[in-house]
C-alpha cells in the first residue's frame, strides 16, 4: 500500500524543497497551493484500502468515549439517523456502510471517568469495549494497558485517511499508542487560530492579516502593532473596562498554547533523533521567545481584555460585539461566532519574526484511539477501523471541513486558504510532566507576565527528567515485555 502514494509524495518533496517560508508573490503561493491540494486529492481518489471479506454476524464494535465536550462540533461516533445537519449525516452514513460491508454494529458507551473506567475494565480482563477515545494521556500506556497501532493487523498508517503528525508527534521509543484517523473530529475543533475583526482593520486603516501571512510578515510584532492600534478608551475614564475596545480577547490558557507555539516556543518536553523525549525549555532560544510572549500579554495597557477568561470562552462576547480585533480561542467555540454580524476572518498564530521559516499552530487536545489490551479480536479491529477511517474520508471529512468549517464558521476563500495553513501545520504537546512545563508556566508566569523562567526551568529540571525517566523506562518495559 506505502508505494501507492510514493510519486505523489515524491512530487510534493521536489516542490517543496528549499522553500522559504510563505512566497512574496502571490501567484507562487496559489501554484504551491494548486500542487498541494491536486496531489492530496489524487491521492485520495486513488486510494482505497485492501481488506479482507468478512462478517461479524452482527456483533457489537464498541468504543469507549471520554468526550463530552459540548463546546465541540459534535462528541459522539454514532448517529441513529439522518436529521439533515451535514456531520450528523456523514457520521450515520459512514458507520452504516461500514456495518453493511461487515455485519457489524457500531456503538458507543459515554463516560466522563474515561482512565478510571477504563483502567477498572481492563484490569478486571473485561473486552466490553474494543476502542478507546481519549484525549493523550500516559497512565494507561506506561501500564502496559494498551497496543501498539503498528501490531494491529490491516491497518495502512501512511494510508491518507491516517493523520500522520499527532501520532509521529506522541511516538516515544517509536511505539504509536494514539492513532488518529479521518474518523475523528475533534482535531478541527481542538486546533488554536487567530480570528480577526475585518471592520476594525478596515476603519484603522490597517494592513490585511491573509496579506501579512502571505508575505510572510505576520510576527508577533505586527500583532502586538496591529492590536495596540485598535485599542480605545471608548467610555473615556482612564481605565480599561468592560465598556471599552481591545486588541485582543482570549484568557491566559489558550493565549499560552497559541502565541508561544507560534513562535516556537511551545512549552512541551520535545524529542531527540532516535525518538527519545528530553527537556530543553531552559535555554536562550526558549527563554527569549517566552519573555516577549510574557511581556505582550501583560505589559500592553489596552491590548489585551482583562476580563477574557475560562468561563466566558476568552471574551468571545466582546468579540462577537465588536469591541476586540483579535480573538484566540479553540476552533468549536469559533461556532459561537455563526451570528455574529460583524465578518471575521481566520490566520495561524503570528510567527516570531520574519526570519522564521514557518507558520506553526497548536493542534489543542483532541481524542485519540487506544487499543486495550483486552481487545479479543485485533484482526477484526483492524478492519473495522481502517474501513471506519476509509469511510470518513469519504463522508466524514467533507461535511466538516466544507460545510461546517468553509460554510458556517469560515466566511470567505482567504479564511480557507488560511485553515489549510493551519491543518497543516500542527504540533501536538507530549504529554510528560505538563503541569510543570505548560500549566504552571502559564499561569504562574506567562498570565502574571513574570519573566524569570530561566531561574523556574534550573528549578524543575530534575523533576521533569525523573518524570522522562520513568516514561521511557515503562515504554522500554513494555516493547520487552
Request: proline fraction near 4%.
Amino acid at each position: 500500500m506505502k508505494n501507492r502514494y510514493f510519486l505523489v509524495v515524491l512530487c510534493l518533496l521536489l516542490t517543496s524543497c528549499g522553500e522559504e517560508a510563505i512566497s512574496n508573490a502571490q501567484t507562487e503561493t496559489d501554484l504551491q497551493t494548486a500542487v498541494t491540494e491536486t496531489a492530496e486529492t489524487t491521492v485520495e481518489q486513488e486510494a482505497v484500502p485492501i481488506l479482507p471479506e468478512a462478517d461479524y454476524k452482527g456483533d457489537d464494535f464498541c468504543f469507549l468515549n471520554g468526550n463530552t465536550a459540548s463546546w465541540m462540533t459534535t462528541y459522539v461516533v454514532t448517529a441513529e439517523e439522518e436529521v439533515g445537519e451535514a456531520v450528523n449525516d456523514a457520521i450515520f452514513q459512514r458507520n452504516c456502510a461500514t456495518e453493511e460491508q461487515f455485519n457489524v454494529k457500531i456503538t458507543e458507551i459515554s463516560t466522563k471517568n474515561l482512565i478510571k473506567d477504563a483502567q477498572k475494565s481492563i484490569q478486571a480482563g473485561d473486552d466490553t469495549f474494543d476502542v478507546i477515545l481519549m484525549t493523550m494521556n500516559l497512565d494507561l500506556i506506561v501500564n502496559n494497558m494498551v497496543l501498539d497501532f503498528t501490531e494491529i493487523p490491516h491497518l495502512d498508517l501512511s494510508a491518507p485517511w491516517w493523520i500522520q503528525k499527532p501520532m509521529k508527534d506522541l511516538t516515544i521509543c517509536g511505539k504509536t499508542y494514539c492513532g488518529m484517523s479521518l474518523f475523528d473530529t475533534t482535531h478541527y475543533d481542538s486546533t488554536r487560530p487567530v480570528l480577526f475583526n475585518k471592520k476594525l482593520i478596515a476603519d484603522y486603516d490597517m494592513e490585511s492579516p491573509y496579506a501579512l501571512v502571505r508575505d510572510g510578515k505576520w510576527t508577533l510584532e505586527k500583532f502586538r502593532e496591529m492590536g495596540m492600534t485598535a485599542a480605545k478608551d471608548i467610555d473615556g475614564d482612564g481605565t480599561w473596562t468592560e465598556a471599552d475596545q481591545y486588541g485582543l480577547t482570549t484568557w491566559y490558557g489558550q493565549y499560552s498554547c497559541t502565541v508561544p507555539t507560534g513562535i516556537g516556543a511551545m512549552m512541551t518536553v520535545t524529542k531527540d533523533e532516535e525518538d527519545l523525549p528530553y527537556f530543553d525549555l531552559n535555554t536562550a532560544y526558549y527563554i527569549e521567545r517566552l519573555t516577549a510572549a510574557a511581556d505582550l500579554y501583560v505589559n500592553y495597557p489596552g491590548l489585551r481584555n482583562p476580563a477574557g477568561n475560562a468561563d466566558n470562552n476568552g471574551g468571545v462576547e466582546v468579540f462577537r460585539e465588536g469591541r476586540a480585533l483579535f480573538y484566540i480561542e479553540g476552533l468549536g467555540n469559533a461556532q459561537k461566532l455563526r451570528q455574529m454580524d460583524i465578518d471575521f476572518g481566520i490566520v495561524p498564530a503570528p510567527k516570531y519574526n520574519e526570519e522564521q521559516k514557518d507558520y506553526i499552530s497548536h493542534g489543542g487536545y483532541p481524542f485519540f484511539m487506544m487499543i486495550p489490551t483486552t481487545n479479543s479480536d485485533l484482526d477484526r479491529t483492524g478492519v473495522l477501523l481502517e474501513s471506519l477511517a476509509y469511510e470518513s474520508m469519504k463522508t466524514v471529512k467533507p461535511a466538516f471541513y466544507d460545510n461546517m468549517l468553509m460554510g458556517k464558521i469560515a466566511r470567505d476563500n482567504d479564511s480557507e486558504e488560511m485553515l489549510d495553513i493551519v491543518f497543516s501545520t500542527l504540533q501536538y504537546d507530549l504529554p510528560i510532566a505538563l503541569t510543570e512545563v505548560f500549566s504552571r508556566v502559564a499561569e504562574q508566569y506567562i498570565q502574571k507576565g513574570n519573566t524569570d523562567f530561566a531561574s523556574y526551568f534550573t528549578k524543575i529540571e530534575d523533576k521533569v527528567q525523573k518524570q522522562i525517566d520513568d516514561v521511557v523506562d515503562a515504554y522500554k518495559a513494555n516493547v520487552n515485555s
